[in-house]
């Protein structure tokens, strides 16, 4: 099964290298270089309806959007795909491993996730289709409650982020997550997690947010 990535994120073409080194017939495109019927989509740009309807006219086996800040029945409804879709983890610094945060809807076959899974030669781990994921809301959890640590002058970010990483054997700190990830990116999560889920712990430090703020283009 031909592999087509799309997206011009340094997250859609390292993920892409990451395939073509484990022998996948993988190629980065453009929505208008889909080949027509057959091809799996790995999509690193954000997932929304408007999103969706670049791959009606391809007819691909199957879609992987990247769905952490929503959900696959936000972006698909009710309405008929001809496709299979499942979401994924596209945050950067998730997608490099040899595995992939994968979610899908109540009812859908497994089976072609079974196929999709053999396909990238990677592993999947299936998860309920809900906002944040797990692995972006547990990793912005924490880089917010680091925010809150340093917010309250208990130590500084590169303190944080040795103790974090000795004393949990993390591969980074919560600061150097937050770089890679992008903190307008932490702070979105976390908004639409706590607008989800009305849990204190997503609610976004006061100095997370004007820092992101603060390195925003305006």
């Known amino acids: ?16 290298k990451l395939l073509i080194e484990l022998g996948v017939n993988s190629s980065l495109l453009t929505e208008k270089e889909l080949p027509e019927h057959g091809c799996l989509v790995v999509d690193f740009i954000p997932a ?31 309405d008929f795909i001809e496709f299979d879709c499942f979401g994924f983890n596209g945050l950067a610094g ?8 994968v979610s899908y809807r109540q009812g859908q076959d497994l ?39 340093f917010q309250d002058g208990t130590a500084k970010p590169s303190d944080i982020d040795l103790s974090m990483r000795l004393g949990t054997n993390y591969p980074l700190g919560p600061f150097e997550w937050a770089k890679k990830i992008g903190l307008a990116e932490v702070v979105h999560l976390l908004d639409r997690v706590f607008d989800y889920t009305h849990d204190e712990r997503y609610k976004v430090c006061t100095t997370l947010r004007m820092e992101a703020a603060r390195l925003t283009p305006q």
């Open 48 to 78: 929304s309806k408007t999103r969706l309807q670049f791959f009606l006219a391809s007819k691909p086996k199957a879609v992987f959007l990247n769905i952490p800040y929503t959900t696959l029945s936000e972006v698909v409804g009710n």
């Open 111 to 149: 089976n072609i996730l079974k196929q999709a899974s053999e396909a990238l030669k990677i592993g999947i781990n299936e998860i309920s289709d809900t906002i944040g994921m797990v692995s972006p809301r547990v990793v912005c959890m924490i880089i917010n409650e680091a925010y809150f640590t």
């Open 1 to 16: 099964m031909k592999v087509a990535i799309t997206g011009s994120s340094q997250e859609a073409k390292d993920f892409n």
């Open 94 to 101: 998730f997608a490099r491993d040899k595995s992939l945060e």
